[in-house]
């Protein structure tokens, strides 16, 4: 099973980056990251009673919080043209002929929708350091000094005084912990698309669904946020949202432990749910007729 699978893994891999749409992604994400790097070049001469402290992890973490906002609802459009996409084209008939299962099939696209997320996560997190150092780093002394050292030094003009309580060690943590509790919601978001996909034979009524049922779920859980705690989706705001917070030099914001285990519990039932039920459905409808 397991060589199967592996087969198919990358036969799928090798027919989703012959198209556009794993590149063209890749755009509206890097844009984003710019946008918020090279925004803050303009932020030349603040006030000086302005309480926030300006550092590169309060770039770093906005721009991540941005881009893999996108990221998420690419995991949604990509995953829901998954299956839906097989079946429309008519090619699982050419594909269960051969000495593969459903269930082969079905893990298959799994894993490479998670790779996809995975892959995009990464390259989300090498642009926006990228990205901080080409636009905010600087020479001084003939030695580079990078946006995340902590100390007294000028960043594109703008003075920057590192916050003594959260030295540079404490803010890297946060950006850790934050990036970390962000996978789950994108898996989680991927899977979601998955489902979706299992139940259309038509992929524009599929990715249609899926994207209106992944706005609707975000913008309920913005507007209801004792509920929205426990939306998948939105439990990517929770990690990033603290640490870019705590790098601006709030006091008052700090991790809490309750919010820390929601932000992983949450996206992990709801992504096991999500695969379980997609798989339930794959496995019963009829995809060859």
């Not at 012959?18 to 006030?47: C, S, T």
């Not at 919010?259 to 409808?285: D, E, K, M, Q």
Request: contains cysteine.
């Amino acid at each position: 099973m397991i060589a199967r699978v592996g087969r198919l893994v990358r036969f799928e891999l090798a027919k989703l980056f012959r198209q556009k749409l794993p590149y063209v992604v890749l755009f509206p994400i890097v844009g984003a990251v710019m946008l918020v790097m090279l925004r803050g070049m303009d932020v030349q001469g603040e006030a000086v009673a302005d309480p926030r402290i300006r550092n590169g992890f309060e770039y770093l973490g906005t721009a991540c919080l941005w881009a893999l906002r996108l990221v998420s609802v690419f995991a949604v459009v990509i995953a829901s043209l998954s299956l839906s996409g097989e079946a429309s084209q008519g090619t699982y008939r050419m594909v269960l002929v051969r000495p593969v299962t459903r269930t082969d099939v079905f893990i298959s696209k799994a894993l490479v929708v998670s790779i996809v997320v995975l892959a995009l996560f990464l390259a989300t997190a090498a642009v926006s350091s990228g990205m901080l150092h080409v636009a905010h780093g600087f020479w001084r002394d003939g030695s580079y000094v990078s946006p995340l050292n902590e100390g007294r030094f000028t960043l594109m003009g703008e003075e920057v005084i590192s916050d003594p309580n959260r030295p540079r060690d404490v803010l890297a943590g946060d950006f850790r912990l934050a990036m970390t509790l962000s996978i789950l919601p994108l898996l989680a978001s991927g899977f979601f698309g998955l489902l979706i996909s299992s139940l259309f034979d038509n992929t524009g009524a599929a990715v249609g669904l899926a994207m209106f049922l992944a706005v609707a779920l975000y913008g309920f859980a913005s507007v209801d946020r004792q509920a929205g705690k426990y939306v998948f989706s939105h439990s990517l705001e929770y990690g990033l949202t603290v640490a870019k917070h705590r790098a601006e030099g709030y006091s008052d914001r700090k991790w809490e432990n309750g919010a820390i285990r929601r932000a992983w519990l949450v996206p992990l039932l709801s992504g096991v749910a999500f695969l379980g039920a997609a798989y339930a459905v794959f496995v019963r409808r009829d995809i060859l007729s």
